[in-house]
Nanobody, 115 residues
């Protein structure tokens, strides 16, 4: 079992920044990839960014150059630094960890970007 707890969401004006955090606990010894997804109202959940334990990253095209994913393996925490936020970034952001064939999800944190 893996527990994921996100924090750092909120309301920000367009052009502003937010930093999301996700702390993993439980059976976390074999975690490789950690990722962030988001789901806007009426839309499917989509990948935002993910990072492997060795540091390799990939991003959705819509956030490249604006968002940065990072992790602290000692703290079992993954971060998402979001800069130059746009109203279309408004969504619930979820942390996710795939482990042993199962996808674990956090409870989600709301990010709202006003124009």
């Amino acid at each position: 079992q893996v527990q994921l707890v996100e924090s750092g969401g909120g309301l920000v004006q367009a052009g502003g920044s937010l930093r999301l955090s996700c702390a993993a606990s439980g059976s976390i010894f074999d975690i490789n990839v950690m990722g962030w997804y988001r789901q806007a109202p009426g839309k499917q959940r989509e990948l935002v960014a993910r990072i492997a334990s060795g540091g390799r990253t990939n991003y959705a095209d819509s956030v490249k150059g604006r968002f940065t994913i990072s992790r602290d393996n000692a703290k079992n925490t993954v971060y998402l630094q979001m800069n130059s936020l746009k109203p279309e970034d408004t969504a619930v952001y979820y942390c996710s960890v795939p482990l042993l064939g199962f996808d674990y999800w956090g409870q989600g944190t709301q990010v709202t970007v006003s124009s």
